[in-house]
């Protein structure tokens, strides 16, 4: 298995809601990882997770709050979002220092 | 504030010629660079990487090169193929986990 599989591909949220993202691999990767991608800009790194623990978060709003279970699963928990959080969420995941990442193929959230 | 830099958000060539891809970077801190190529629908695959203690790298028909002193690095595909037609992203990396991506540039190989 060479892939990282990401739930729902698309999600519609009030502004109340709360609901999940979900990221899995079975590569053995031991970093993973959470990026927001507005439309014609860059993907911004939100979180990382290095061996279960969270190493890098970059000031993200606490309304997403991650939760890494396992070494094979991770989590985008969603609660109270804004419109302007609308956005494609990706999630990777890498051996350390590896030369690349494996991406998924995102979850395009829209909060009305 | 964009560490990162791809300030041609589209280029489009004619099969069989050469791509060339640019990209800036404003941090000295990175020590690693890469190139990710996505298609719709798909998240970002990974392309060519190169270390800061290298000025060229070369796979294929891809080749990245290196200017450190001018925080530039570039892309080159020879020669463009239709397949290739796709968003390509630059990317630099500090350290073992922290990296950042450029913008992106849409690449349209013509037949």
């Known amino acids: 298995d060479t892939e990282v599989t990401q739930t729902p591909k698309h999600l519609v949220m009030g502004m109340t809601n709360k609901k999940s993202l979900k990221c899995e691999q079975h590569?053995?990767?031991?970093?993973m990882y959470w990026y927001k991608q507005k439309a014609k800009k860059p993907p911004e790194l939100m979180f990382v997770?290095?061996?279960?623990?969270?190493?890098i978060n970059e000031s993200v709003p606490s309304r997403f709050s991650p939760e890494c279970p396992n070494s094979s699963l991770l989590n985008l928990h969603l609660h109270a979002l804004q419109p302007e959080d609308s956005a494609l969420y990706l999630c990777?995941?890498?051996?350390?220092?590896?030369?690349?990442?494996?991406f998924g193929s995102g979850t395009r959230l829209t909060v009305v | 504030d964009q560490q990162v830099k791809q300030n041609s958000p589209s280029l489009s060539v004619q099969e069989g010629r050469i791509s060339i891809l640019n990209c800036d970077y404003t941090?000295?801190?990175?020590?690693?660079f890469l190139w990710y190529k996505k298609y719709p629908a798909e998240g970002p695959t990974f392309l060519i990487s190169?270390?800061?203690?290298?000025d060229k790298n070369e796979d294929g028909r891809f080749t990245v090169f290196l200017n450190k002193s001018a925080k530039h690095l570039s892309l080159h595909i020879v020669p463009s193929q239709p397949g290739d037609s796709a968003v390509y992203f630059c990317?630099?990396?500090?350290?073992?986990?922290?990296?950042?991506f450029g913008a992106g540039t849409r690449l349209t190989v013509k037949p």
């Open positions: 941090n000295s801190m990175f020590d690693y």
């Open positions: 997770y290095s061996y279960e623990k969270l190493s």
């Open positions: 990317a630099a990396r500090r350290g073992v986990n922290d990296m950042r």
């Open positions: 590569m053995g990767h031991r970093a």
């Open positions: 190169i270390s800061s203690i290298k």
């Open positions: 990777a995941s890498s051996h350390e220092g590896s030369d690349g990442y494996t």
